[in-house]
């Protein structure tokens, strides 16, 4: 247990302004590993002052070398990669490998991609006779969430800082010993004083006081649909930018020419994947009513083999509010095929891998988001009735089909209401925009799209 001091503000670790201090506790085993500050209004306001002091200076920095600061950032994180992996393990109990795999290795590809896009993309272009500058937005508010604890801080930070925006970070309460971690990398690439800035605590005090802040220009939160909302009507009151990448509850589409095996076992991997918590999850799988029992039979069998291999959830309450959602799943008359409410372990957070059957469109288990590793199969009559329950929640940031035709997949795709659909299990691009249609979300994270976000116009008349 270690109790970790400061903010990283202006260039350097601050003493909090308080002393109220967060846990951070392993998930596998419900131990206290460290503490953080608590920070306070009092925090973030000196967090946002570091940020303005130095947006000018930043922002009048040439495009080359801020790449070459994002790509000195991209060498820290690969060399401090196992680091990185053990820390996520450690606070958000993920197996070691998956952290290694994805937690510690994505982020290096997407700081990559920003030194790359800052050294290559034009900030002035000509149009007629205007030539028109892409300028930083100015103070970026980044709000996290711990599902991905690295990765979503990064694919924040490196957009903005490679577009010449300064950063205030809050992470998540429940992973902030990653985010410490990150701002001593930052911090090791020679990346200017102010120009990132970190403030652990918690969502309603130091999250809301960031986000109401008038010094700020934008504020990019990651998260609940429900927090979402409340930011975005705190951004209106000010008339300040705001993006949301929010909640998912993305449709694995399985059409009747598609490998059936091979589109279940990939469709339950990708659920069960970092214990079910991820946003893009494909946690409803619509499979067609003449080979709905053959693929409830394989899904069954997939989700078994994940039981031991299988992390914890990120804490006791998404634990209980993961169960809670299986139970009422039973309750409203879905039939458990794998998995179940019952605690598969005696410490930790863990929940068995679930598969529900015989799930309907109007099921609470099919239409609210569940973050843990759940699935519903639901059955279709045709394609016309697939596209209906495909579409039919309220979100839409992603989803799959599978088809014998990769055309095929391509139509039935462009008619998802969703930001990003696979393709026969089409594999994870960093460089695509990623984000959601309908309260999925607003605004796109990741390459081009994403650098887009943190840039406005500015147009000269000649
Ligand atoms: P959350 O909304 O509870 O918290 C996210 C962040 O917001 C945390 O840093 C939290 O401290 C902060 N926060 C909480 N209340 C706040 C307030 N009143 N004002 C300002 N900040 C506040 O979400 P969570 O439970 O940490 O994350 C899970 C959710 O995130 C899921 O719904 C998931 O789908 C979503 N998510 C979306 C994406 C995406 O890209 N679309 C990615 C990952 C997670």
Not at 221 to 236: L, Y
Not at 298 to 318: C, D, F, H, S, W
């Amino acid at each position: 247990m270690k109790a970790y001091d400061g903010m990283y503000i202006g260039g350097a670790w601050r003493p909090a302004a308080g002393q109220d201090v967060i846990e951070v506790v392993n998930p596998v085993d419900e131990q206290v590993i460290g503490t953080v500050p608590a920070g306070t209004a009092e925090d973030v306001d000196a967090a946002v002052r570091a940020a303005r002091a130095a947006l000018p200076a930043w922002a009048a920095t040439p495009p080359a070398e801020r790449a070459a600061r994002l790509s000195a950032l991209r060498d820290v994180l690969a060399a401090r990669a196992d680091e990185i992996a053990e820390t996520v393990t450690a606070e958000l109990g993920s197996p070691l490998k998956f952290s290694q795999a994805v937690h510690a290795a994505v982020p290096v590809a997407v700081a990559g991609s920003y030194a790359e896009l800052a050294a290559t993309y034009s900030f002035e272009e000509k149009t007629g006779n205007s030539v028109v500058h892409h300028e930083p937005i100015g103070v970026v508010a980044a709000i996290t969430p711990w599902n991905y604890p690295l990765h979503q801080i990064v694919a924040k930070v490196a957009p903005a800082l490679a577009a010449g925006c300064t950063v205030v970070v809050k992470p998540a309460e429940d992973t902030p010993l990653v985010a410490r971690l990150f701002a001593d990398a930052v911090h090791e690439a020679g990346v200017p004083a102010g120009v990132f800035n970190l403030v652990t605590g918690l969502g309603p005090v130091a999250g809301q006081a960031l986000a109401e802040h008038p010094g700020v220009d934008l504020v990019s939160f990651t998260g609940s649909t429900a927090v979402g909302r409340r930011i975005a009507a705190i951004a209106a009151g000010q008339v300040k930018r705001v993006a949301l990448e929010l909640g998912g509850k993305s449709a694995n589409v399985i059409l009747p020419s598609a490998d059936l095996a091979k589109a279940v076992n990939v469709g339950v991997a990708n659920v069960m994947s970092n214990s079910g918590q991820t946003c893009s999850a494909w946690t409803r799988m619509l499979v067609h009513r003449d080979r709905y029992d053959e693929a409830v039979g394989l899904a069954a069998t997939a989700a078994a083999k994940y039981g031991e291999r299988i992390g914890p959830v990120v804490n006791a309450k998404q634990r209980d509010r993961v169960r809670g959602y299986i139970e009422k799943g039973v309750a409203e008359g879905a039939r458990l095929v794998a998995g179940g409410p019952e605690s598969p372990r005696e410490r930790g957070y863990f929940v068995s891998p679930t598969v529900f059957a015989d799930v309907t469109e109007d099921m609470t288990i099919a239409q609210e988001e569940i973050f843990g590793p759940v699935l519903s199969v639901l059955s279709y009559a045709d394609e016309e009735d697939a596209l209906r329950i495909a579409n039919g929640t309220v979100y839409g940031l992603a989803g799959a089909v599978w088809a014998g035709d990769e055309a095929e997949a391509v139509a039935f795709a462009r008619r998802m209401e969703t930001g990003q659909v696979d393709i026969n299990g089409g594999r994870f691009n960093p460089l695509a925009p990623f984000g959601g249609y309908k309260q999925s979300g607003v605004g796109r994270e990741l390459g081009v799209h994403g650098l887009a976000e943190y840039l406005q116009t500015k147009s000269l008349q000649f």
